[in-house]
């Protein structure tokens, strides 16, 4: 059965988890990335893929939109940290720092993330750089969400990396989509204005997120 937008929602419980989860996502833009989720995994059959897992906010959505929908999530990330997660810059966390060996991890914090919130089950760790493990991964994709690293490699990198996975009419989700230089930095934005030139549709905006169509060819 095909649900309506409305009904697309997480339960009371899941929203909990989100909310109390470390993270940068707004509230609002995880919604529309859960409802884009359960929409393209719901019709494909297919998993949805995150770039950028950080300590685990928006994997719960989309894990429980795997479980929704029967099928899994996967999320990337190599857990060190991006740029601005660094010592010494703005979104660093000094608590995610392994003490024995001095760099940022955050996998740990990722897996008692899920734990609470008791979707485990519905995820699929892959513990690497975004560019490796595309080149490795064989599967299509009901669904891409671009929320890694921020500079124009690593954003563009995931961009070339991923989309070719997609299903055909799968969904791209891109995160920090800022036309104006003056509220973020512009590496998604123009991640996002090369998937409109190379076909994709624009389907919904909410803040800073951008949910894309792959055109059927």
């Given at each position: 059965?095909?649900?309506?937008?409305?009904q697309?929602?997480?339960a009371?419980?899941?929203?909990?988890?989100f909310?109390?989860?470390?993270?940068?996502?707004?509230?609002?833009?995880g919604?529309?990335?859960?409802?884009a989720a359960?929409?393209?995994?719901?019709?494909?059959g297919?998993?949805?893929?995150?770039i950028?897992?950080y300590?685990?906010r928006?994997?719960i959505?989309?894990a429980?939109?795997?479980?929704r929908?029967?099928?899994?999530?996967?999320?990337?990330?190599?857990?060190?940290?991006?740029e601005?997660?660094?010592?010494g810059?703005?979104?660093?966390?000094?608590s995610l720092?392994?003490?024995?060996?001095?760099?940022?991890?955050?996998?740990?914090r990722f897996r008692?993330t899920?734990?609470?919130?008791?979707?485990?089950?519905?995820v699929?760790?892959l513990?690497?750089?975004s560019?490796?493990?595309?080149a490795?991964w064989?599967?299509?994709?009901?669904l891409?969400?671009?929320?890694g690293g921020?500079?124009?490699?690593?954003?563009?990198g995931?961009y070339?990396?991923?989309?070719?996975?997609?299903?055909?009419d799968?969904?791209?989700?891109?995160?920090?989509v800022?036309p104006d230089?003056?509220d973020g930095?512009?590496?998604?934005y123009?991640v996002?204005?090369r998937?409109?030139?190379?076909?994709?549709?624009?389907?919904s905006?909410?803040?800073?997120?951008r949910?894309?169509?792959?055109r059927?060819?």
């Amino acid at each position: 059965m095909t649900e309506t937008r409305e009904q697309t929602v997480p339960a009371p419980e899941v929203l909990a988890a989100f909310t109390a989860a470390d993270g940068f996502m707004p509230l609002d833009e995880g919604l529309a990335l859960y409802a884009a989720a359960v929409e393209a995994a719901g019709r494909t059959g297919l998993p949805v893929l995150e770039i950028g897992t950080y300590c685990g906010r928006s994997a719960i959505l989309l894990a429980d939109a795997a479980r929704r929908t029967g099928t899994v999530a996967l999320t990337v990330d190599h857990h060190r940290g991006s740029e601005e997660q660094q010592p010494g810059w703005e979104y660093h966390d000094a608590s995610l720092v392994d003490p024995q060996v001095g760099l940022m991890d955050t996998l740990p914090r990722f897996r008692r993330t899920l734990h609470a919130a008791g979707l485990e089950q519905h995820v699929i760790a892959l513990v690497g750089r975004s560019p490796q493990v595309a080149a490795v991964w064989g599967g299509r994709l009901a669904l891409v969400f671009i929320d890694g690293g921020h500079t124009d490699e690593h954003a563009t990198g995931d961009y070339l990396g991923w989309a070719p996975h997609l299903a055909e009419d799968g969904l791209l989700v891109v995160h920090d989509v800022f036309p104006d230089p003056a509220d973020g930095g512009q590496a998604p934005y123009r991640v996002y204005l090369r998937a409109l030139a190379d076909g994709f549709e624009e389907i919904s905006v909410t803040g800073s997120l951008r949910v894309l169509r792959r055109r059927a060819a």
